[in-house]
């Protein structure tokens, strides 16, 4: 660091220090406060480093461990099989992550409570089993179906959620239970067939089926896709930095926003190209990411949304502060059960069919798993949306280069079983050291 630059710096620190009123003087003016974002963006690149740097020193790691264990994923995986990252591999990737991408949607609510819901499997492939009945067995609209299949999967985790939250059972025993009795509920709709074949041209099926695609044009649809989120984010940015700034709170600066935008124009454009040069992007992946988008919104843009995370942080805290905590803690089990159902959609879009096997085997390990893995805490009040996405790619990416490597399917719950470990544990370690650094 330069003489001039510690010089500014000692500066700084005596005219904040001189803002400050002696704690034994009653008669001083109010002290004035210097935010530390503020310091952090005159520094330019330099402090945004240092920014970084103490943040992963104190235990605030975020996305990255995710990002850079799926780096090397990627890396290993193409390294044995050229195939990986070719234009097929990864537009499979995209559209298969998709099913089980929507259950972690709705488990990242209840993980930051500190809760587990270990029904979403089985309320999924009840979802769509009640659609194929609707639809195959009484003639219904498959919309007004897919409806109503969500509705029942709202009520369903609505109904856990009030047991949980009003009765005191715990939310483990409550939703094993129901992992339990929606399976069977679903293995009793399917009768002795156990097979419920739906017609491909059924509305939400054939929306979510393979060979569907977002807009008529496959290419013109993904480059669309790449511009809207570029032009949203853009937008959302610029919002904000008015806000804040009408506000008189600290913004970010215009060149920091370009920068952004800019690095999500790249990945995304560079995404679309690759996708196009298979068969595009498909509708359920439009479908996942638009949910992504919106709950990401509800989550740190709504009142809603930061009640969500205060009880996960402190329930007795979040209840002396107003929140009714009973409410929210309902609320978001229905929503889990509502994600849940609707991923059951995904997964007949998948098939053309309502089977015994839906939301079974591992998927709900899979779906609680990517949460995790993404980023989101077992211990509740700290993660993100995204994290449903980062996890789901990573798992996907395991799945997709061992099968590619013709490896056995228990190679492959052992490999995912390892990085959920790590995942949790990165997780404490995480917390130990924000707690040492004071930040927890």
Do not use: C
């Not at 003489?3 to 004035?32: F, G, I, R, Y």
């Not at 995710?66 to 990864?90: E, P, Y």
């Not at 369903?156 to 025993?173: D, N, S």
Request: proline share 3%; hydrophobic share 50%.
């Amino acid at each position: 660091m330069s003489d001039t630059s510690k010089v500014s710096k000692t500066d700084a620190e005596a005219d904040a220090q001189s803002t400050l009123a002696p704690a034994d003087d009653p008669t001083a003016a109010p002290v004035a406060t210097v935010d530390p974002r503020l310091l952090v963006r005159e520094e330019g690149f330099k402090g945004y480093w240092t920014e970084f740097t103490r943040k992963v020193k104190g235990g605030e790691l975020g996305s990255l461990p995710v990002v850079v264990g799926l780096i090397i994923i990627w890396t290993i995986f193409q390294l044995q099989n050229d195939r990986f990252l070719s234009a097929d591999n990864l537009s499979n990737i995209s559209y298969y992550m998709s099913a089980t991408g929507m259950l972690a949607i709705g488990l990242v609510f209840v993980l930051l409570l500190g809760e587990i819901d270990l029904s979403v499997g089985s309320v999924s492939g009840l979802g769509s089993t009640l659609f194929a009945v609707f639809v195959v067995s009484h003639g219904m609209n498959p919309w007004l179906s897919l409806v109503l299949a969500v509705l029942t999967g709202i009520g369903i985790g609505a109904l856990q959620g009030w047991f949980f939250a009003k009765i005191g059972v715990p939310a483990f025993v409550v939703t094993l239970a129901g992992f339990l009795g929606w399976n069977g509920l679903m293995l009793w709709l399917l009768g002795s067939s156990g097979t419920i074949n739906i017609p491909s041209d059924s509305g939400p099926v054939h929306l979510l089926g393979q060979s569907s695609f977002f807009v008529d044009q496959a290419i013109i649809g993904a480059y669309l896709l790449a511009g809207l989120g570029v032009v949203l984010m853009l937008v959302g940015n610029f919002s904000e930095q008015r806000r804040r700034k009408a506000a008189g709170v600290p913004f970010r600066p215009t060149s920091e926003i370009l920068v952004r935008v800019g690095a999500l124009a790249v990945a995304s454009f560079v995404a679309a190209a690759v996708l196009n040069n298979s068969a595009g992007v498909s509708n359920a992946l439009v479908i996942f990411l638009a949910a992504l988008v919106i709950v990401d919104f509800v989550l740190r843009r709504t009142t809603y949304g930061r009640k969500v995370f205060a009880v996960g942080g402190g329930i007795e805290a979040a209840r002396r502060a107003g929140i009714n905590v009973p409410l929210i803690r309902i609320t978001v089990f229905a929503i889990s059960g509502g994600f849940a159902a609707l991923g059951g959609m995904f997964f007949a879009g998948q098939t053309a069919s309502a089977t015994l096997s839906a939301g079974g085997g591992n998927t709900l390990m899979l779906a609680i798993a990517a949460a995790v893995i993404g980023g989101t805490s077992l211990f509740g009040g700290r993660g993100s949306v995204w994290s449903a996405l980062l996890g789901m790619l990573v798992i996907q990416s395991i799945q997709t280069g061992l099968d590619l490597l013709n490896m056995n399917t228990s190679i492959q719950y052992m490999i995912t079983g390892a990085v959920l470990l790590g995942a949790v544990v990165i997780d404490s370690v995480s917390r130990r050291s924000q707690k040492a650094a004071g930040r927890a």
